[in-house]
Structures are given as structure tokens and as C-alpha cells.
């Protein structure tokens, strides 16, 4: 990959690019508003190790200001012209000879010396950086140059606004993005979609998971059909209004006798998949205020009504209120028994950092929603205390305690049990927009602090290729650290994205100056940790991840092993243990994908999301109906393991679909999504 070029200073400016090879000047692209901070410059041919000049004019006032970038690259020069009119430059081969012409011709010479010493000059060749020019003079001096040097060819039409929204430049492809193309891949994600649901409505319909080999269902959270209400708003973001009426009418029929009649459910699981999933159908429906205008999303019901829903989840919410009213603190017990009422600890005592800290969007909302503050009071009682509790440089241990109120050990990861307490510490804040800097500033804080941890101590970069990922500490900062990567820590990409923009695009985060240097880093980080996610997908035989990976380091090189896939540039970073080579369709890696591209609009996220797609499709899909996990991704033929979890059709497929999809559906400054894919109005 070519390195990419900053546009840090330039939000919105009109620009073109010239390629030059031998001496021969064309331009590739001549584009408006482009994210300078996403350009991939192609390789060109040309003598090796030589280093390209680029050339940046862009007017501001009656100025204009040139600066000039270095990169070590082969051959070639690069020269970009950026104006907010059109402004035709002549540009010749970036020679010495050349270059020592320009600097005499206009006085020039004397500017480079006010700015650039001589020695620094002749070793480089170059001119020099934040050189000033008057614009008339800058004119004049293009015009004398263009005596000794070819011309460039004529500019190719500039794109109207229309255009740029439907198009992305790749100077690697040197092609526009064809929107029909991804219109395709979508369709054929909901295809998928259709063809989950139907082994699932045929073979295990009020179950809550689909046994896709077995042909049957079986209920594994509690017996609230699971399946149907978190593929419910799915299926309203995809238009399947078959699908939207047969779950609804299973919803109106059923679902409130079996809350009422049900044992033991766990808090977590049934907040975030069923109570999640019916307020976010209930919105999408078009209750609470919900509309097109918002989301990008028409839904007919076909006479169900989305008062149901609302009804039900405050139902089902007032039986998990147990969990916090039965404990002693503000921690909530883990699990609740719905027909009586009653709540207890998980066997051990102790409950999970991430289920007690992953239950506020849910409870928050429906309180907006009801009207009684009694839900949200109860669940953000847990965020109040725990910002009291001590931490390792914002970072927290993986257990924490009901009865006293105390974390327990010092376990300290972003995988299992640690993940989604610093996802919801950001969405959380995101998700109420005029407390941010008032009631809910401290969960901003609280995440900015940890992710300064987690840079502090957990990542590292892998050898010999350099994958940054994020490992573990099991015995604290104290302790030693693992190399050890849960496929679940793929959610932080995409997190670190929504803190760093705060929801909306990157261009215009920096238009809007909403962006300070840790955002900047924590931006760059999130790339750098999906290029690792979605490696882990190549490195595999099948092209699926492993529920985790181990990476070697300097200091614990392991050897054992690899995915399979001996093309992988990264064969010799990622290590797969036996005992971990399973896939459960699980969603967090295309999760990140597209948050990554909503707010960067790099394409890359695309082509690496079709291809997990497309994996998927080859390796996990049965034929009569269903998607299956798989046992082991490293070897083919595969081995699947009669599952298809709820969170396939909720979050795997949902994403996937809105990653193939336009930015005007469900956008991110309008919307915030559960840890389950639920999205919910932002208030």
C-alpha cells in the first residue's frame, strides 16, 4: 500500500492530481471535498528507491501557499494542486535541473532562503516547505515556466457534488466507486438474511436458536424466542416486511405470556437482545417520534401495531428491575427468575464488569420513552459507582462483586467480561446529546482515561510484519502480559471511531474542529487495530477468524500452528491454538467495518467486509435454511457445529448490510447502536 497523504489544513478544497512518469505529466483525478486523510497514492514505475516530490497549491484569500511533502516511495512524482477555483497549473518533471529553474524564475530564490537553509535544499532537492507566495506573481512564474516544460493534458470534467456523494476516488484501481456494484452485494446480503430466517422460521420459530444441521430449535436464553426479536429490526432496516409481520405477530401473540410465565433469564443477555430489540423495533415501527426523515428507513406493519412492542419491553424491563433492587449495592445481580419476580448472583458470587455496565442504553431509553425515570435511575446507578472504584489508568478488572461493591482480582482485558464497559462508557455519553457536557461529561472522561491505558499497556505490534493488537494482563499492570486477542476485541475499532468523531464523518469533525490530537491518535489506532481484525480473517484457511488469536512479540515468540493460509503476508504474526480455532458468526469485526467506513469513507472497509462475507456464505451456509458456527477455521472441508446464534441475523448481517448500504441510513450522529446492534434514536 502506497503511504497516504494528510490533508490536515485543507477541509474542502477543490483539488487535482497529476501523475508524472518520465517526464510525462497527466492527471488522474480532479475531485471536490475529498478526505485528503484517506488518499492512497499509486506505485508507479520508475528507478527504485527514488523519492517523489508533491506539490500542494491552494489558494486562500490572495494568497497562495505551496508546500511540499516527502515520502519513501518509489519513483515518480505526485503533484497536487488544491483550489477553490479553477486554477490551471504547468508542472515538468521533477528533476534537479528543473527544480533549480524554478527556484530562480519569480524571485523565488529568495524565498527559499528566508525558509530553508542551502544544505538542506541541495540534499534533498526539494523546495522548500511554507514558502509564500503572491498570488499574481505565482501566475506569472507558472507561465515563464511553462516555456522549458510539456504542458499537462486538459483537466477532465469536475465532479458535481452528486457525483463525489456517490463516488470514491482509489488512485490504486484508478476507477470511481460503482454504487450499482455495492447496491448488489447488498441485496445479496439480504438474501442471506432471508435465507437464515427461513431454516430458522421453519425448523425452530418461538425457539430461541436455530439447530440449522438438526433441523430443530432450542432454547439456550431463557425461552423468549430470542431469535425473532433480534432479527426483528433487522428486518425493518432490510424492508422484509414478510419477515416484519411474521415476527411481530409471534411478538403480539406470545412473547408477553412467556415473560410472565418464564424462569431464569440473565440480565445481560435478555437486555441487550430482547429488551434492546424491541425498543428499536418500536422506534423503526414509527413509535416515539420515529420517522423516515431520521432514519432512512420506511417500515409497514401491516396492521401490527408498535404500542406493542413499548408495552412489552416495559413488561419484560419490570421484571429485570429485580436484579437491582435485590442486591445490596448498586451492582445488579447477574440473573433474574421472571415468573417469580426474583433475582440471585451467578454461581461464584460474582458478576461481570461488562453485563453490569452494558444494560444502560436500554433502560435509558425506555425511560425517555415511558416517561417513568425509574429504569434509567436503576441502571446508571452502576456507571455512578463504578466511576468511584479504583482503576488501572482508567482501565478495570473483569469481575466485580454484588455484595460489597468491589471489583475482584486483577484480571485486565477487553475481550470477555471486560469488552462492552468501555463501549457503553462512550455511547452512553453519545446517546444523550444535551447532558454530555453536564450530568454525563464524567463517562467521557472516564473513557478517554481508559483508552490512555490501554495504548499505556496493552497494545502492542506483533512480529516480523508489525499487526498492532490489543493483548491482556491476567495479573495486572504488575503482571506479565499475553499476547492473547479475543475476536471480541475487534468491537474497539469502531469505538475508538465514534469517540474520536463523536459520531460524525471525520471531514467534518475536522471542518467543525471537533477533533483535538488524542482523537486524531485514537482514529489511527482504530485503523490500525481493523487491519488487524480483519486479518485475522486471511490468515485463515476458510477466510474466518478464530474466537481468538495469540500474536508473537519480541519477548514471546510461540511458535505453533498458523490459520492455514500460507499466501498470508501475516502467517508468521497471528498464532491459532487448537483449543481456539471455533467461529460463532460473531459480529464485531464488520461491526467495526462499518463504523469505519461511515466516518473515514475509505473503501477498503468494503472490500474487506465482502470478503468476510463471502467466506461466510462459502463455508457456514446450510441448505436448508440456516448459517452454522464452525469448529475449526483453520482446515477445509469444514466442520460445523449445529448453532446459529441470534446475533448472526441481529448484528452480523445488520452490519453487513449497512456497510454495503448509503450513509443516510440509520447515520451515526443520529443514532447510536446497542452492543447487540439495536439502534436507538440519539436524544
Not at 515538468?92 to 529553474?101: A, D, E, F, T
Not at 445481580?333 to 453490569?356: H, K, M, Q, R
Not at 429504569?375 to 459507582?385: S, W
Not at 467461529?583 to 475509505?602: A, M, Y
Amino acid at each position: 500500500m502506497s503511504p497516504g497523504v494528510s490533508g490536515s489544513g485543507l477541509p474542502g478544497a477543490s483539488w487535482c492530481v497529476w501523475i508524472i512518469e518520465n517526464g510525462m505529466p497527466g492527471v488522474s483525478e480532479c475531485l471536490e471535498c475529498l478526505d485528503l486523510d484517506r488518499l492512497e497514492l499509486p506505485r508507479a514505475s520508475g528507478s527504485p528507491g527514488a523519492s517523489p516530490c508533491v506539490l500542494i497549491i491552494e489558494k486562500t484569500g490572495s494568497a497562495m501557499r505551496k508546500q511540499e511533502e516527502n515520502f519513501e516511495w518509489d519513483a515518480s512524482v505526485v503533484t497536487r494542486a488544491f483550489s477553490t477555483k479553477s486554477i490551471r497549473h504547468d508542472c515538468g518533471r521533477c528533476g534537479i535541473g528543473k527544480i533549480l529553474i524554478l527556484l530562480m524564475v519569480g524571485g523565488l530564490s529568495y524565498l527559499i532562503i528566508t525558509h530553508r537553509s542551502p544544505s538542506q535544499i541541495e540534499s534533498r532537492g526539494l523546495l522548500p516547505n511554507s514558502t509564500i507566495w503572491n498570488a499574481k506573481h505565482a501566475k506569472e512564474n507558472f507561465g515563464k515556466l511553462g516555456r522549458f516544460v510539456k504542458k499537462p493534458r486538459e483537466l477532465p470534467r469536475r465532479l458535481s457534488p452528486d457525483d463525489i456523494k456517490n463516488s470514491s476516488l482509489s488512485l490504486s484501481h484508478n476507477k470511481l466507486y460503482d454504487k450499482s456494484e455495492w447496491m448488489s452485494r447488498k441485496n445479496k446480503v439480504k438474501e442471506a438474511f432471508k435465507h437464515a430466517w427461513s431454516g430458522y422460521s421453519r425448523y425452530a420459530l418461538g425457539y430461541d436458536e436455530l439447530m440449522p444441521l438438526s433441523q430443530k430449535g432450542v432454547d439456550g436464553l431463557g425461552g423468549l424466542g430470542a431469535t425473532i426479536v433480534d432479527s426483528l429490526d433487522t428486518a425493518m432496516i432490510m424492508g422484509l416486511d414478510e419477515v416484519v409481520f411474521e415476527a411481530g405477530s409471534w411478538i403480539e401473540k406470545h412473547l408477553m405470556e412467556r415473560i410472565n410465565t418464564k424462569g431464569q433469564v440473565n440480565l445481560f443477555e435478555t437486555t441487550i437482545r430482547v429488551l434492546g430489540g424491541l425498543l428499536s423495533a418500536y422506534h423503526l415501527g414509527g413509535g416515539g417520534h420515529g420517522n423516515i426523515s431520521d432514519s432512512g428507513i420506511s417500515v409497514n406493519l401491516r396492521g401490527l401495531k408498535s404500542e406493542v412492542f413499548l408495552g412489552t419491553a416495559k413488561n419484560l424491563a419490570n421484571h429485570l428491575l429485580s436484579a437491582f433492587t435485590s442486591s445490596p449495592t448498586s451492582i445488579p445481580f447477574s440473573d433474574v427468575i421472571l415468573n417469580t419476580g426474583s433475582a440471585y448472583p451467578a454461581p461464584g458470587g460474582l458478576s461481570s464488569t461488562s453485563e453490569v455496565s452494558t444494560l444502560q442504553l436500554e433502560f435509558n431509553y425506555l425511560s425517555k420513552l415511558s416517561g417513568d425515570p425509574r429504569y434509567g435511575m436503576e441502571a446508571m446507578k452502576v456507571l455512578e459507582h463504578l466511576k468511584t472504584l479504583p482503576k488501572i489508568e482508567g482501565m478495570v478488572p473483569i469481575y466485580i462483586s454484588p455484595h460489597s461493591g468491589e471489583f475482584s482480582g486483577e484480571n485486565v482485558r477487553l475481550g470477555s467480561r471486560g469488552d462492552s464497559y468501555y463501549e457503553y462508557l462512550i455511547k452512553v455519553w453519545i446517546q444523550e446529546k444535551h447532558n454530555r457536557n453536564h450530568q454525563l461529561k464524567y463517562l467521557y472522561d472516564m473513557f478517554m482515561e481508559a483508552m490512555k491505558g490501554v495504548k499505556q499497556f496493552l497494545v502492542r505490534k506483533s512480529i516480523p510484519k508489525g499487526l498492532v493488537f490489543i493483548g491482556e494482563l491476567p495479573y495486572g499492570s504488575k503482571g506479565s502480559f499475553s499476547p492473547k486477542m479475543d475476536h471480541l476485541v475487534c468491537f474497539l475499532p469502531g469505538t475508538l471511531a465514534l469517540g474520536a468523531t463523536k459520531g460524525v464523518t471525520k471531514k467534518k469533525a475536522l471542518e467543525l474542529n471537533l477533533m483535538s490530537n488524542e482523537d486524531l491518535e485514537n482514529l489511527s489506532l482504530a485503523e490500525d487495530l481493523a487491519k488487524t481484525c480483519f486479518e485475522m480473517y486471511s490468515v485463515t484457511s476458510t477466510g474466518l477468524a478464530p474466537e481468538i488469536a495469540y500474536f508473537n512479540i519480541e519477548d514471546n515468540s510461540e511458535h505453533a500452528l498458523g490459520g492455514g493460509s500460507r499466501s498470508s503476508e501475516y502467517a508468521n504474526d497471528i498464532i491459532i491454538k487448537p483449543n481456539d480455532r471455533h467461529n460463532l458468526l460473531r459480529p464485531e469485526t464488520v461491526e467495526s467495518l462499518f463504523v469505519l467506513h461511515r466516518i473515514t469513507g475509505d473503501p477498503k472497509y468494503r472490500d474487506w467486509g465482502w470478503k468476510i462475507f463471502q467466506a461466510f456464505e462459502e463455508h457456514t451456509k446450510v441448505e436448508s435454511g440456516g448459517y452454522s458456527s464452525l469448529d475449526d477455521v483453520t482446515t477445509i472441508p469444514t466442520h460445523k457445529r449445529d448453532k446459529m446464534e441470534t446475533f448472526f441475523l441481529g448484528e452480523t448481517l445488520k452490519y453487513l448490510y449497512l456497510l454495503f448500504g448509503d450513509d443516510d441510513i440509520l447515520p451515526l450522529d443520529k443514532f447510536v447502536f446497542n452492543t447487540e446492534a439495536h439502534p436507538f434514536p440519539i436524544f
